[in-house]
T-cell receptor, first 115, second 113 residues
Framework: AQSVTQLGSHVSVSEGALVLLRCNYS??????LFWYVQYPNQGLQLLLK??????LVKGINGFEAEFKKSETSFHLTKPSAHMSDAAEYFC?????????????FGTGTRLTIIP | DTAVSQTPKYLVTQMGNDKSIKCEQN?????MYWYKQDSKKFLKIMFS???????INETVPNRFSPKSPDKAHLNLHINSLELGDSAVYFC????????????FGDGTRLSIL
């Protein structure tokens, strides 16, 4: 079974600083990887996804992630944090379960922005 | 014009009761999901329907029964509610299965007294 591990359940950065949220995956087949964001009292919203092709993926709100097969990683970055980035971030991998596809989520990382 | 809407937003009830949560999507998607998010924010899939057919049924107590009357609707009925059922339940939809982007509702916060 495929899985994702998010290192750091809480990350705090200063406004304007680099955001780095870590995600490592395990998969026996080429993975489809996703980052979702959850703002308080809301559902999840897709930030970006990697399927095939270019390993550097750009998403919404200035976020990007790089797929590194050799490191089995898909870390999320943003050059300059904004107060509005405070939220819970989830990494996810798509896996096949008895012929059907499903998303398996990591445990989430809460991002706090310090003014 | 909410894409994925769930009702109710909050549900407070007592142990042993039966309750339902409704979900509707207006995106024209063919696949819908129910997820459970616990108090530690861990998100786990419960069920998935594709064109009204149940395709994923995780290890969920049979007190939980999903029903999809058409592609745009997926409801969740829960019998004999237990304290451990307290969580936020999210409905989601996508065009195609798991590797496609999923659109989530805002969740139903279920609290069991």
């Amino acid at each position: 079974a495929q899985s994702v591990t998010q290192l750091g359940s809480h990350v705090s950065v200063s406004e304007g600083a680099l955001v780095l949220l870590r995600c490592n995956y395990s998969s026996s087949v080429p993975p489809y990887l996703f980052w979702y964001v959850q703002y308080p009292n809301q559902g999840l919203q897709l930030l970006l996804k990697y399927t095939t092709g270019a390993t550097l993926v750009k998403g919404i709100n200035g976020f990007e992630a790089e797929f590194k097969k050799s490191e089995t990683s898909f870390h999320l970055t943003k050059p300059s944090a904004h107060m509005s980035d405070a939220a819970e971030y989830f990494c996810a991998v798509s896996e096949v379960d008895f012929g059907n596809e499903k998303l398996t989520f990591g445990t989430g990382t809460r991002l706090t922005i310090i003014p | 014009d909410t894409a994925v809407s769930q009702t109710p937003k909050y549900l407070v009830t007592q142990m042993g009761n039966d309750k339902s949560i409704k979900c509707e999507q207006n995106l024209g998607h063919d696949t819908m999901y129910w997820y459970k998010q616990d108090s530690k924010k861990f998100l786990k899939i419960m069920f998935s329907y594709n064109n009204k057919e149940l395709i994923i049924n995780e290890t969920v107590p049979n007190r939980f029964s999903p029903k999809s009357p058409d592609k745009a609707h997926l409801n969740l009925h829960i019998n004999s509610l237990e304290l451990g059922d307290s969580a936020v339940y999210f409905c989601a939809s996508s065009q195609g299965q798991g590797r496609q982007p999923q659109h989530f509702g805002d969740g139903t916060r279920l609290s069991i007294l």
